[in-house]
Each structure stands twice: as C-alpha cells, then as structure tokens.
C-alpha cells in the first residue's frame, strides 16, 4: 500500500470510529449546568483606546464581546 493509500485507510479508520462512538452528535454543554448571569458577575475591560460601545453588546439576553490580536492593553501602563 502506497502513501496515499495509507492515509485514506487511516481516515477511513478515524471516520469509523468518530460515528462508531457518536461524537459528531455529542452535546457539547453536556456536564455543564446553566446559571443565570448579571453584570455584577464580570467585570468589563476593553482595550484603552477603544470604547466599550464598540466592543460590547448585550441584546435579547445575548452578550457579545470582540477582542483582536492586535488590542491594546485595557490599561495604557499594563505591560499586558
């Protein structure tokens, strides 16, 4: 058996596997156990120079926050 012929067996095999045990399906909250949230259970940072309007959301119970590789620190006099 070639090379190519190996790893299509092997992805063959892992493809067997994965549906043999179901994991495609698996529930990916099981184990954790829902609890409401508030603002007074975080604390908000956002990068220095940018307002917190920008980076934070909060609409029909939803929170969205964006956080960029390139972000400054939420302090200008964090070496963070």
Known sequence: MD???KSSYMLLVCLL?????NLCEADP???FTEMPLTK???ELQRPYNVPLEERYSYENGIYKMWVYADDKPHDPNSDT
């Open 40 to 42: 007074a259970d975080f």
């Open 17 to 21: 596997i994965i549906t043999s045990f």
């Open 29 to 31: 909250t099981h184990g």
């Open 3 to 5: 090379g190519h012929g």
